[in-house]
């Protein structure tokens, strides 16, 4: 069977008749009028960029190279005895768009686990780190320093040809994607304790490894659980803070290694991926204020004073998504398989039936329904990651995916420098004086 890389040689040439006719037959048509209120809205809704791996609508949330999470779940290989999909297999769907064979995820596994070692240097950069410095700085910092044995900056220092950029892109995107269980655990380690981090097991699956290395691999149901998260977190379309930084800074021909660690700095922010913290320290806060079995009239107070208090409710609303993010559906069924009596999964159900309202009664939020956020915080807790300060690095790991494979298709692909135009208010006030 082919490799992911053989594979990809096949793909490209195929997908640059496919641009090249797609670009002959539509490239001179409008997508309609661009309003002067998207450049102030932070471009919501405005056709910008072109994204392979996955689309996502409003309504009924992201599909990954066609497929939603349920038919992911369903069609990508499992690892023996597991039930949810192997998040190798969303790799190789996200950058091939074909489902591999369960031999072909597993040739990627003991990849991944052939490529995980960090430069000693790195691992130096992580130790220094005080454990008061966020992980997501650590983090951002780590894979930054990747960039020092970045192949893609290599060759394109040795004069390599554009046409020949995707093949030392698709090695960077491999080493970042198999280096991160170890940054992570390094980085876990040194803030939380945990003792000296193990090897990783070139027998065992990417998340199996992420889990010893965090020191959860006693748990079965924490590792299925980063099968899940790692899969469903991988990717959300191209426009999110982190995936449009990514390919922007890539844009520039800066390696994956520097390309995604801007991704991360992006993550960090409270509106994007640092919600899932926000989350549990929320509710948190909540259970301290209004006691843990709440009745819904304390749960709906304690939500009008967080609005009052001018901050937003963490873990919902979105900026596309207009329904329930199926993101956080396939969290609630994991919960109700895994952990249905647990109290803090019962206050997010709680939670669910509380928010929306309130949102919509206050009457600002598109969106009053839940996002991913809002239920990863609580399955992580169960199994007893309650570092909440940690979450969005394993949010980080996952958007490596779908980051990834985007970046070997940019360079595949010649993407070009991205350079939108910008204004400002005293030119827009003259280009449309008399408009
Ligand atoms: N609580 C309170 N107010 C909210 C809100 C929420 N959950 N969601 C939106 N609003 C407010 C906005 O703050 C904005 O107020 P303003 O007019 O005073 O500026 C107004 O409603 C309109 O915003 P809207 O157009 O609905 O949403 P945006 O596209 O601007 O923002 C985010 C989208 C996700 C940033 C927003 O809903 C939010 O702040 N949610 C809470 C944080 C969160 O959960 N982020 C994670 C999102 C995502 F899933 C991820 O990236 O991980």
Redesign the pocket.
Known sequence: AATLKERLAELIPKELENVKAARAEHGKKSFGPVLVDQLYG?M?GLPALIWDGSVLDAEEGIRFRGKTIPEIQEALPKAPGGQEPLPEGLFWLLVTGEIPTAEQVTELSKDWAARAAIPDFVEDIIDRCPPTLHPMSQFSMAVTALNHNSAFAKAYQNGISKKEYWGPTFEDAMDLIAKLPNIAGRIFRNVYGGGKLPAIDPTKDYSHNLATLLGFDDKPGFIELLRLYITIHSDHEGG?VSAHTGKLVGSALSDPFLAFGASLNGLAG????L?NQEVLIWLRKMQSKIGENATDEAVKEYVWST?KGGQ????????VLRKT?PRYTAQREFALKHLPDDPLFKLVAQIYNIVPGV?LEAG????PWP???AHSGVLLTYYGMDQMNFYTVLFGVSRAFGVASQLIWDRALGAPLERPKSYSTEAIKKIFANK
Do not use: E, I, S, T
């Open positions: 932070g919501r999110n409270p509106l994007h991926g919600a609005l937003v409710v963490p873990g919902y609303g979105h900026a993010d949102l600002k939020a598109k969106n996002n991913v956020d």
